[in-house]
């Protein structure tokens, strides 16, 4: 029988490329055919066949209250009515940049913007126009939206000029782009005695989540921090993804570094698009009207949009949720490990709050090198096995995970009880 989503993916492919509107949906590194999906409640999701899954993708870490939250729908439904955007000012992202104060002291201004590639983009353009300077210095395997010279390959050596990751991006444009492996001390070491002084800023996930998961070395970010102090460079902390889901405060409060800006996303968007950047005061008054950076966006700080992350932001502020959230986290990593255990399959996983990764390795990788040699095959078999008993993993090994404050221990116990059917499957195929 050819199911509904297959029918979807059929047609989509004709008039999409690749039948998806963002590439991993696609599904092509664990193959197969993706999941049209037509409704999401709390931690659950069904797709276009009617078949029930318990989601950890939670649109790439927005949903944080779950689904279809009851008080963010009637919030978004409530100023909805009112119109759906201005293009002029209104309370409501008056009372963002509050909230977002209140939760992140150091970024003492805020803009908002639409996604979290404005936001990103937007950021180094006001570090570049406050410092002068060009060159950025961003790590190995972090993500940071799809702006042009932020899609720049890793290369191995202490300082790799820029290679273009994409077809598409300007060698000129790409070389202004240093990068380094994650977590290594030495090599920034070398490099900020190098060009620390021509750098604009550095950018980075404090915690990494577009390499799978990857935690930083503590002594990695203070030392980059005294580094960025000492040579004038700025410090951009990309939270578009830990942001209000490590911690209430971010990784900023987690591992109590202060960064000079910020970029969010995700969360701070309850699921529609919102993005925000902002930092020291100094630093941001060079923006436009007052100064002579330029950025703007037509429904920037949408008021559809702000509402639904107020409220989402006002449900997270609720007292033990983030403790409740890492402890559910804990709980799925804490399952899966037992699991694998048991069945005898290599296998790692870890979790920061509500991300968590989970690795076909002996050991949770530091870097990308380390996160490229995890077994790619295991996961795939792995995947598939999971997807069969409802569990919507992301779909490559390259991905974090994400729990929602919807997930119950109902959610974990059949989560973890699919897991050591799907790690059965893996050791099978391996001995086949
Ligand atoms: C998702 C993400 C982005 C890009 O945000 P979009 O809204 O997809 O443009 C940037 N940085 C990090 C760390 C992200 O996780």
Same mark, same amino acid.
């Given at each position: 029988?050819?199911?509904?989503?297959?029918?979807?993916?059929?047609?989509?492919?004709?008039?999409?490329?690749?039948?998806?509107?963002?590439?991993?949906?696609?599904?092509?590194?664990? %193959?197969?055919?993706?999941?049209?999906?037509?409704?999401?409640?709390?931690?659950?999701?069904?797709?276009?066949?009617? +078949?029930?899954?318990?989601?950890?993708?939670?649109?790439?870490?927005?949903?944080?209250?779950?689904?279809?939250?009851?008080?963010?729908?009637? *919030?978004?439904?409530? $100023?909805?009515?009112?119109?759906?955007?201005?293009?002029?000012?209104?309370?409501?992202?008056?009372?963002?940049?509050? *909230?977002?104060?209140?939760?992140?002291?150091?970024?003492?201004?805020?803009?908002?913007?639409?996604?979290?590639?404005?936001?990103?983009?937007?950021?180094?353009?006001?570090?570049?126009?406050?410092?002068?300077?060009?060159?950025?210095?961003?790590?190995?395997?972090?993500?940071?939206?799809?702006?042009?010279?932020?899609?720049?390959?890793?290369?191995?050596?202490?300082?790799?000029?820029?290679?273009?990751?994409?077809?598409?991006?300007?060698?000129?444009?790409?070389?202004?782009?240093?990068?380094?492996?994650?977590?290594?001390?030495?090599?920034?070491?070398?490099?900020?005695?190098?060009?620390?002084?021509?750098?604009?800023?550095?950018?980075?996930?404090?915690?990494?989540?577009?390499?799978?998961?990857?935690?930083?070395?503590?002594?990695?970010?203070?030392?980059?921090?005294?580094?960025?102090?000492?040579?004038?460079?700025?410090?951009?902390?990309?939270?578009?993804?830990?942001?209000?889901?490590?911690?209430?405060? %971010?990784?900023?409060?987690?591992?109590?570094?202060?960064?000079?800006?910020?970029?969010?996303?995700?969360?701070?968007?309850?699921?529609?698009?919102?993005?925000?950047?902002?930092?020291?005061?100094?630093?941001?008054?060079?923006?436009?009207?007052?100064?002579?950076?330029?950025?703007?966006?037509?429904?920037? @700080?949408?008021? $559809?949009?702000?509402?639904?992350?107020?409220?989402?932001?006002?449900?997270?502020?609720?007292?033990?949720?983030?403790?409740?959230?890492?402890?559910?986290?804990?709980?799925? $990593?804490? %399952?899966?490990?037992?699991?694998? +255990?048991?069945?005898?399959?290599?296998?790692?996983?870890?979790?920061?709050? @509500?991300?968590?990764?989970?690795?076909?390795?002996?050991?949770?990788?530091?870097?990308?090198?380390?996160?490229?040699?995890?077994?790619?095959?295991?996961?795939?078999?792995?995947?598939?096995?999971?997807?069969?008993?409802?569990?919507?993993?992301?779909?490559?090994?390259?991905?974090? @995970?994400?729990?929602?404050?919807?997930?119950?221990?109902?959610?974990? *116990?059949?989560?973890?009880?699919? *897991?050591?059917?799907?790690?059965? =499957?893996?050791?099978?195929? =391996?001995?086949?």
């Amino acid at each position: 029988m050819t199911s509904q989503n297959q029918i979807l993916f059929e047609k989509s492919q004709r008039l999409i490329p690749g039948g998806v509107n963002s590439p991993v949906r696609a599904f092509r590194s664990v %193959g197969g055919t993706p999941v049209f999906f037509k409704k999401g409640l709390g931690s659950k999701l069904w797709d276009v066949d009617g +078949k029930e899954y318990i989601d950890y993708i939670n649109s790439w870490g927005p949903m944080i209250v779950g689904h279809a939250h009851p008080e963010v729908i009637a *919030a978004v439904q409530a $100023v909805a009515v009112n119109s759906l955007s201005f293009g002029a000012p209104t309370g409501l992202e008056l009372e963002m940049a509050e *909230a977002i104060n209140h939760l992140m002291p150091s970024m003492e201004q805020v803009r908002l913007v639409s996604s979290g590639t404005e936001a990103t983009m937007s950021a180094i353009r006001a570090a570049r126009g406050f410092t002068g300077r060009s060159q950025f210095l961003k790590f190995e395997g972090c993500y940071h939206g799809h702006a042009d010279a932020l899609l720049v390959k890793a290369g191995s050596g202490l300082l790799t000029f820029g290679e273009p990751d994409s077809a598409g991006v300007p060698t000129e444009v790409a070389a202004n782009t240093l990068t380094l492996p994650y977590n290594d001390v030495a090599q920034l070491e070398a490099l900020f005695k190098q060009s620390g002084d021509a750098l604009a800023c550095v950018i980075i996930e404090p915690v990494v989540g577009n390499m799978n998961l990857v935690k930083p070395n503590p002594l990695f970010l203070k030392t980059l921090r005294e580094l960025c102090t000492k040579h004038g460079v700025v410090l951009i902390f990309d939270e578009v993804m830990t942001g209000f889901r490590v911690h209430l405060g %971010g990784a900023q409060a987690l591992y109590g570094i202060k960064p000079d800006m910020t970029t969010l996303g995700k969360v701070i968007g309850g699921g529609l698009p919102v993005g925000a950047f902002g930092g020291r005061k100094e630093i941001m008054s060079g923006l436009a009207p007052l100064g002579k950076v330029y950025q703007a966006g037509t429904l920037s @700080g949408n008021p $559809v949009a702000v509402t639904a992350g107020l409220k989402t932001l006002a449900l997270i502020q609720a007292p033990g949720f983030h403790e409740q959230l890492a402890a559910q986290t804990q709980k799925l $990593v804490d %399952g899966l490990m037992a699991a694998a +255990k048991k069945v005898g399959v290599t296998f790692s996983a870890q979790s920061v709050g @509500g991300m968590f990764g989970l690795y076909f390795s002996a050991e949770c990788p530091n870097c990308f090198d380390e996160v490229m040699a995890s077994d790619r095959a295991a996961f795939n078999t792995f995947f598939h096995s999971m997807l069969d008993s409802g569990i919507y993993l992301g779909p490559s090994a390259f991905e974090a @995970g994400f729990v929602s404050a919807a997930h119950t221990d109902a959610d974990i *116990a059949a989560t973890v009880a699919a *897991a050591e059917k799907a790690f059965a =499957k893996v050791l099978s195929t =391996k001995q086949a």
